[in-house]
């Protein structure tokens, strides 16, 4: 893992998370155990992966902190946002590691078949998130969604499910990983 990464995370995520409103209320912590456990239903990710509405870069920065060895595209179209992550990545020690890469746009323009991986949190509702990630990605590409516990797996014949992971932080609602495959 990439500590130092992580490390960098936190520290401009404390230093500018008040100033810029980049996450919610309460512990840091909390939002860093939800990306590991989303996270943990992942095997062995490869080649190019994107965090679409990278947000405060959670939880694309935990993803490039798991697996240094992917290459990783942090897109969101809002520029504070960017301006943070970019500066997260400027700061940390990243030598020797596949490139992380901010996209600062919306993701509509992003060129097609590029990717064999897709992270998307809270960036659109899941119909809308495979009907990007159907453009995005190689064929044979993945999904991973992050739903709360209640939501539906979505159905869609471009896509098979590989695996789902439940789990729960304290004092929250349940929540779920879904990891789909491009058929």
């Not at 080649?47 to 490039?64: E, M, N, S, V």
């Not at 400027?90 to 996209?103: I, Y």
């Not at 209640?150 to 869609?156: I, V, W």
Request: charged share 20%; hydrophobic share 40%; proline share 8%.
């Amino acid at each position: 893992m990439l500590v130092d990464l992580l490390t960098t995370h936190r520290t401009l995520l404390e230093q500018w998370r008040k100033t810029m409103n980049l996450v919610g209320p309460g512990p840091l912590s909390e939002h860093y155990a939800d990306a590991d456990a989303s996270l943990s239903v992942l095997q062995n990710p490869t080649g190019h992966w994107a965090d679409l509405g990278t947000g405060a870069g959670l939880p694309g920065i935990i993803f490039a902190s798991m697996f240094p060895d992917v290459s990783l595209d942090l897109v969101d179209s809002r520029q504070k946002r960017c301006i943070f992550v970019g500066q997260v990545l400027m700061q940390a020690d990243l030598e020797g590691h596949a490139p992380r890469t901010v996209h600062c746009q919306r993701v509509e323009t992003l060129p097609d078949a590029i990717y064999d991986g897709i992270v998307s949190r809270a960036f659109a509702p899941p119909p809308a998130v495979l009907d990007h990630a159907d453009r995005l990605l190689k064929p044979g590409g993945q999904v991973l969604l992050l739903l709360m516990g209640d939501a539906e797996t979505p159905s869609d014949p471009r896509y098979s499910l590989v695996r789902e992971h439940e789990y729960t932080l304290p004092g929250r609602d349940p929540r779920r990983s879904v990891l789909l495959q491009r058929v």
